[in-house]
């Protein structure tokens, strides 16, 4: 059974950084591009950063790019986000997913709630 | 960035009923188009993924229809836990969401 479990999660002040982990199992990590999307409370869902199954390509939203850094590591099948110079617009609850090649996302995390303020 | 705008955005509706949400892309997305089920407590699955195609493990009563900009999620006989708000997405990069709609029962 494929899980997906993210964590790092919590409350931040603007201008800080925090990092988030996702837990991979039930599927072979090194064979799956992974992405981030994310949920701003009373907004939809919102596409963030996307990782490819080697690491060597990594593709952002705008509003991230150059705050935000996806990464992973396949030997421990986690993916993370590492997220920078926060802003209020930030806050949202953040989503591992699983992309496929057709551009859905098959298999979702719980997700983890990152609040920005001071 | 392809614009997804979903309707409506809150639904009521009877147990047993029949239930269309639409979604209409900015262009022509043909076919890259999926939906999803996100509960009260935050989880997310997958319905159906291109256009039509049903997710393993999805009941039969949801299907998914469309073409060109145009697309729909029917639920045919709605049950108690289909109550959840449902989004759309096109799969072109960067993939785009509508703004989603809020199923309620009446």
């Known amino acids: 059974e494929v899980q997906l479990v993210e964590s790092g999660g919590g409350l931040v002040q603007p201008g800080r950084s925090l990092k988030l982990s996702c837990a991979a199992s039930?599927?072979?990590?090194?064979?799956?591009?992974m992405a981030w999307v994310r949920q701003a409370p009373k907004k939809g869902l919102e596409w963030v950063a996307t990782?490819?199954?080697?690491?060597?390509?990594?593709y952002y939203r705008d509003s991230v790019k150059g705050r935000f850094t996806i990464s992973r590591d396949n030997a421990k099948s986690t993916l993370y986000l590492q997220m920078d110079s926060l802003r209020s617009e930030d806050t949202a609850t953040y989503y591992c997913?699983?992309?496929?090649?057709?551009?859905?996302?098959?298999?979702w995390g719980p997700g983890t709630m990152v609040t920005v303020s001071s | 960035d392809i614009k997804m705008t979903q309707s409506p955005s809150s639904l009521s509706a009877s147990l047993g009923e029949r239930v269309t949400i639409s979604c209409r892309a900015s262009?022509?997305?043909?076919?890259?188009l999926a939906w999803y089920q996100k509960k009260e407590d935050g989880s997310v699955k997958l319905l159906i993924y291109?256009?039509?195609n049903l997710q393993s493990g999805v009941p039969s009563r949801f299907s998914g229809s469309g073409s060109g900009k145009d697309y729909s999620l029917t639920i045919s006989g709605l049950e108690s836990e289909d109550i959840a708000t449902y989004y759309c997405?096109?799969?072109?990069?960067?993939?785009?969401f509508g703004a989603g709609t809020k199923l309620e029962l009446k």
């Open positions: 997913a699983r992309p496929s090649t057709r551009g859905y996302f098959d298999f």
């Open positions: 039930g599927f072979t990590f090194s064979d799956y591009n």
């Open positions: 990782i490819s199954y080697d690491g060597s390509s990594t």
């Open positions: 262009e022509n997305i043909n076919n890259i």
């Open positions: 291109y256009t039509s």
């Open positions: 997405q096109q799969g072109y990069t960067p993939p785009t």
